[in-house]
Each structure stands twice: as structure tokens, then as C-alpha cells.
């Protein structure tokens, strides 16, 4: 059996971990914290999104199958539902905003067109795949109410 890294700890090696806790000092994530730190609540959280757990239940009792895993996993606190519930609540959330809009930034730079090859030609619309554009209207054709003839004149269309 391969004894290598676990996966979930081979993708947390690219989150810019400075960065996260530059954040955690601004916000005073970790102050009075006693075991349950700042980086173990966003490991727990971040392990629950791609597994679809919804609850604190359902992360305690899917991370406590694999108790022995979690320290390779990066989690170093003791988790419960309790602990997982109160940091959840007690945390500024401007944290957990954060640190996502600066992973956008990395990866907006890492796949930004280069200056030479990848550049889409200027004054080239693509459209969207799934998004057809609506055709444009066309004039109605309205009778004016003195004359027994139609008058076309364009009818203004609110939306």
C-alpha cells in the first residue's frame, strides 16, 4: 500500500499559507484560543466542501473515521462538533472572505493572457457558448389614426 501523502494535503500545499496567516494576526482569529486554532477550523472546512458534508455532525464524524489520518491531513486540534460550532460563530469571517479573493488574484495571474501568443485579437466579440445573443428588434408598423394608410414608425420599447 502506498504510505505517501494523502491527497486533500497535496492540493493544501499550494493555498499560500502566509498569506492566510497574515490574516489570521489582522483579524485576531487565534487570540484566547486554546487548542482549535484558525488554520484547523478552515483545514475542517475545506476537507467538508469537495466531500459534501453539510453539517458539523456530518465533518466531526466523517474527519473522527480517519482519527488517526488527521494530523496528516494538517489538522492539529482535537476536532469536535462543539469546537468546529463555537469557531464557526466566535471567528471573524472576513477571514475565511479573504483568503479565497487572494487565491482569485493568484490564479487570474497565472492564467492571464501572455503579452505574445494566447491574446484574443482586439475588436473580436466571442459570444459565449450557451448565451445566443438576441436579434435585434425590428420596427413596428403602426397606423395612424389620420390616414388610411400604414406609417412606419419606430415604436419605442421599454424593458
Excluded at 471567528?91 to 488574484?105: K, Q, S
Excluded at 491574446?119 to 445573443?133: D, I, L
Excluded at 395612424?144 to 412606419?152: I, K, L
Aim: proline content about 8%.
Amino acid at each position: 500500500m502506498y504510505a505517501g501523502k494523502l491527497v486533500f494535503a497535496q492540493v493544501m500545499e499550494f493555498a499560500p499559507w502566509h498569506t492566510f496567516r497574515r490574516l489570521v494576526k489582522k483579524y485576531r482569529g487565534d487570540f484566547n484560543v486554546r487548542s482549535f486554532s484558525c488554520l484547523d477550523q478552515f483545514l475542517c472546512m475545506a476537507f467538508a466542501q469537495p466531500t459534501y458534508r453539510e453539517s458539523p455532525r456530518d465533518i466531526e464524524a466523517c474527519l473522527r473515521a480517519q482519527s488517526c489520518k488527521l494530523y496528516h491531513l494538517g489538522v492539529r486540534g482535537n476536532v469536535s462538533r462543539s469546537a468546529l460550532a463555537d469557531a464557526n460563530e466566535a471567528r471573524d469571517w472576513r477571514i475565511h472572505y479573504e483568503f479565497p479573493h487572494a487565491l482569485i488574484v493568484i490564479a487570474r495571474r497565472l492564467y492571464a493572457p501572455s503579452n505574445d501568443r494566447n491574446r484574443r485579437p482586439r475588436g473580436r466579440r466571442v459570444a459565449r457558448r450557451g448565451c445566443p445573443r438576441p436579434a435585434p428588434e425590428e420596427p413596428s408598423m403602426q397606423v395612424s389614426p389620420h390616414s388610411a394608410r400604414a406609417v412606419q414608425r419606430p415604436v419605442s420599447v421599454r424593458h
